[in-house]
C-alpha cells in the first residue's frame, strides 16, 4: 500500500500531503462508530484546490457508485466535498477500512472514468441536482487520475485494472 494510504487522528493541515486518511471516529455505543474518511485530492496550503466544476462532478459521481460497492456500498453513511475543495469526507461505519476504500475507488474509476460528457454524471439535471450547470469533464479526468496515481503505485494500478492512469495524458 502506499504511504499516502494510512489511517490518522492527528491531522497538520501544514504538512498534510493528497491522500486517504481516517480523519474522525464518532462512537454512537459500544459496538457502534462513524468513521470519517478524509479523501484528500489536493495538499493543502499548496494553493491548487480542485474547481467548483470538478468538486461537484466527483460529488455526483462517487455519491451514487461507491454506494454499488459490494463491499462497503452498504457501509457508507455519506460522501460530501470538503469547504476548501482540497478533498471529499467519506463517512461510514466502523467496519471498513482504508484498503477497501482505496479498492472501491479504483473500481468506480476503472467503471465511469475518463467521462466523455455530462450524460456520464449521474443526476445532473434539474429535478436530482441544485445546479445541473456546474461540472467539468476535462479537468476531473486529470484530477481522478492525479488522485488515482497519490493512492495506487504503477504496479498496483496494473493489478487493480486502472493501469491507464500511468499510461495516459489525464
Ligand atoms: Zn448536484
Known amino acids: ?29 459500544d459496538d457502534l462508530a462513524v468513521y470519517s474518511w478524509d479523501l484528500r485530492f489536493r495538499a493543502p496550503m499548496a494553493h491548487a484546490p480542485l474547481g467548483s ?7 455526483h459521481l462517487m455519491a451514487y457508485y ?30 471498513v477500512d482504508a ?9 468506480v474509476y476503472a467503471e465511469v472514468f475518463p467521462l466523455h460528457s455530462a450524460d456520464d454524471i449521474v443526476g445532473l ?7 445541473p450547470g456546474l461540472y467539468a469533464i476535462e479537468s476531473t479526468n486529470s484530477a481522478m487520475a492525479e488522485y488515482m496515481r497519490c493512492l495506487y503505485s504503477p504496479e498496483e494500478a496494473e493489478r487493480a485494472g486502472i493501469g491507464a492512469i500511468y499510461k495516459t495524458s489525464l
Open 125 to 131: 439535471n434539474e429535478v436530482q441536482c441544485g445546479n
Open 66 to 95: 461507491l454506494r454499488l460497492d459490494p463491499v462497503i456500498g452498504s457501509r457508507i453513511v455519506s460522501f460530501c466535498p470538503m469547504g476548501c475543495k482540497t478533498g471529499f469526507y467519506l463517512s461510514t461505519m466502523n467496519d
Open 99 to 107: 484498503e477497501q476504500i482505496r479498492a472501491a475507488l479504483a473500481k
Open 53 to 59: 466544476g470538478e468538486v461537484h462532478t466527483i460529488e
Open 1 to 29: 500500500m502506499k504511504k499516502s494510504v494510512v489511517s490518522s487522528f492527528d491531522v497538520d493541515h501544514r504538512t498534510l500531503g493528497a491522500g486517504l486518511y481516517l480523519r474522525s471516529v464518532y462512537p454512537i455505543n
